[in-house]
């Protein structure tokens, strides 16, 4: 054996290699916090592996794919686990990813000389986002297929070259044959293509300048001297990265792929949807939960501040990443870098606000809103009772709620006997407002009288 | 921390200081060969990428789609209509279908996008209320298509439409997204 694995390393050199590499020193007492990035790379070859195992079933074919996802679900073995096993896998990529980055930002470790190692980094963390989006669009039922279009139209509202980028992500004049199989190829091949690539940098810049050590307040970092420091620190007190700190790596994998497990068992993956037909109106997209952010800033966002919003806040926000190691020297800890602390604590903040508002989506009218009960009404008076029915049949009720029946888009109305005359609301439902349509068309006087006599009466 | 070949690799690093004329012969090798692998990445490279952006230089050739006899539209309503895109790929299976929705007045007939101005998704229609409503941010629309609230930037688009032989028919298009 012995003799065996000398002749292979002779042959090779990859045993000598891989020894250098594992046991090449890393900073004492990097603790817990350096976990993320090992994590990130499992999560991958966790989606690599349980998306080989779904390829092999799923048929990347617009009028097939739905019928072979339902085949996965229901009827292979395990598949229903596996296609868990790989949403919750997603999840974990993106989250680790993000605690990721997040460590490194905090700890500047992407200051001298590791500006590249977060460069490719920063790509890494886009291409992630890529196979989320990419990979949501490949359960290819109703709500993918309106993802498809209104991811279409977002890049419909980029000047000039818009209309050919929808073209490029439709594959086509219009949703059909070709767009599916485009974002499986780039889903399954050229995406993780480029991920592999990148890692392999990744991995390579991490040997080439060491595992970055702890920052300490007061030790700025200094392009004539971070060198020299870093490695007299390896010769004193520098540790073999295996095992005295990959322990902690293997513990915290083994904890993800515990805990994706579990939630593919017990949660499972996110039900397929109506079929993928685009004629199928009643269909309410959304997005899953690492974009439902977005499409609350998107709801959110005032209507003449929208294109800039779509077109460059993406472009920011990539540059922001890129352009970071330009501040590549100086203080490195937080504690005398607050602000970077602020801006993490601010970012986390408005994601976790507008995730928030993106889950409830008051501004979505509900189409499910049913005619109000006679208990709600409340009242026998003919002109009420007609108006309470003009309420739901008039469409006010999609909007808005009584009781705790209705939408969130305007105003709950439960009490507006108590802030409006009856004038008022004549005149608010006759002009409208900018999210309220008028309905001075649409009414006709008595009806319009039933509906303010009905709304009087709510105090 | 540079992985350093061992000791004992073969490659050993070069002897003497190689002769000018050795040096213009290496010079002039290696812009051959960097010249040569341009070529072949060329060949291969050029039908990969125009492969991919074919979608921007083929136009789906446009169709007109028959979607109900005149008659069956009651006037003053507005109904959804379902056809299929101009020659779909055999493969396209549901997702070859369009709907739009179609109003029958005293001007006649007028097909809508189904798609909101605003992001594309599904507008539905309310016929007590005679509006449009769309479900992802309540965008608004009246039956003339025209914004009457909400984020939608434009009116809801229009197909073209004709009637023949007793036939209402709408002119397959390219999804009116922008």
Redesign the interface.
């Given at each position: 054996m012995r003799r065996l694995m000398a002749w292979l390393d002779d042959r090779t050199g990859l045993i000598s290699w891989s020894k250098w590499a594992l046991e090449h020193p890393v900073p004492p007492r990097t603790g817990w916090w350096y976990v993320f990035g090992s994590a990130t790379f499992l999560a991958f070859l966790l989606q690599v592996v349980t998306g080989i195992a779904l390829a092999t079933a799923y048929v990347p074919s617009a009028g097939q794919a739905y019928e072979s996802l339902r085949f996965i679900s229901e009827r292979a073995l395990m598949g229903h686990f596996l296609r868990g096993l790989h949403y919750f896998g997603a999840s974990a990529m993106v989250i680790l990813i993000g605690a990721h980055v997040t460590r490194t930002y905090l700890m500047g470790a992407y200051k001298f000389p590791r500006e590249l190692n977060w460069l490719s980094g920063a790509l890494l963390l886009l291409l992630t986002l890529a196979l989320a989006f990419t990979g949501q669009l490949l359960r290819w039922d109703q709500t993918a297929v309106w993802s498809v279009i209104v991811a279409a139209a977002q890049a419909g509202r980029v000047p000039v070259i818009g209309p050919e980028l929808v073209k490029l992500v439709l594959a086509g004049d219009t949703l059909g044959g070709q767009t599916l199989s485009r974002f499986f190829a780039f889903h399954v091949f050229f995406i993780p293509a480029l991920v592999f690539l990148l890692v392999a940098l990744h991995l390579a810049l991490v040997l080439r300048h060491g595992i970055s050590e702890r920052p300490t307040p007061g030790e700025p970092v200094d392009k004539a001297t971070y060198r020299r420091r870093y490695a007299e620190l390896m010769a004193r007190e520098g540790v073999p990265f295996w095992p005295d700190a990959a322990w902690r790596d293997v513990v915290a994998g083994a904890v993800v792929v515990a805990v994706v497990a579990l939630l593919a068992l017990i949660v499972g993956p996110p039900a397929l949807g109506n079929p993928p037909d685009p004629s199928i109106l009643h269909a309410y997209p959304r997005p899953d939960w690492y974009f439902l952010w977005y499409f609350a800033v998107l709801a959110l966002t005032p209507n003449h501040l929208e294109t800039i919003v779509i077109v460059f806040g993406p472009l920011i926000f990539g540059a922001i990443l890129l352009f970071m190691p330009l501040f590549n020297t100086g203080e490195r800890s937080v504690k005398r870098r607050p602000w970077a602390g602020l801006v993490v604590f601010f970012i986390v903040f408005v994601i976790a606000a507008f995730w928030m508002a993106g889950n409830k989506a008051p501004w979505s009218p509900d189409f499910e809103a049913q005619p109000l009960a006679a208990s709600v009404v409340g009242d026998t008076t003919a002109a009420v009772v007609r108006g309470a029915r003009l309420f739901h049949d008039k469409g006010c009720e999609y909007c808005h709620q009584i009781g705790s029946q209705g939408g969130k888009r305007g105003p709950d109305l439960s009490d507006v006997a108590t802030r409006m005359t009856p004038d008022a609301m004549a005149l608010k439902i006759t002009n409208g407002g900018p999210d309220m349509p008028p309905f001075v068309s649409n009414l006709s006087p008595d009806e319009l009288q039933a509906i303010v006599a009905f709304l009087t009466t709510r105090k | 921390?540079?992985?350093a070949p061992?000791p004992d690799s073969p490659h050993a690093g070069p002897a003497a200081p190689p002769a000018p004329e050795l040096l213009a012969r290496r010079r002039f090798l290696s812009r051959v060969s960097i010249a040569l692998s341009a070529a072949a990445a060329a060949v291969v490279g050029v039908p990969v990428v125009g492969f991919l952006?074919a979608?921007?230089f083929?136009?789906?050739p446009q169709q007109w789609r028959a979607v109900g006899a005149a008659d069956s539209f009651k006037l003053n309503e507005t109904v959804?209509v379902?056809f299929e895109?101009a020659s779909?790929?055999?493969?396209?299976?549901?997702?070859?279908?369009?709907?739009a929705w179609l109003r029958h007045d005293a001007d006649g007939f007028t097909a809508f996008s189904?798609?909101c101005t605003?992001?594309?998704?599904?507008?539905?229609w309310?016929a007590?209320?005679?509006?449009f409503?769309?479900?992802?941010?309540?965008g608004?629309y009246?039956s003339d298509g025209a914004v009457?609230?909400?984020?939608p930037?434009r009116p809801l688009p229009r197909y073209p439409v004709r009637v023949r032989r007793g036939q209402v028919e709408i002119l397959?298009?390219?999804?009116p997204?922008?």
């Open positions: - | 921390m540079d992985p061992p952006l979608p921007l083929r136009r789906s959804s379902t895109d779909p790929l055999s493969w396209s299976g549901v997702t070859a279908r369009t709907a189904v798609n605003h992001l594309g998704c599904p507008v539905q309310l007590d209320a005679q509006l409503l769309c479900p992802c941010h309540g608004v009246n009457a609230a909400g984020p930037p397959t298009s390219p999804i997204l922008v």
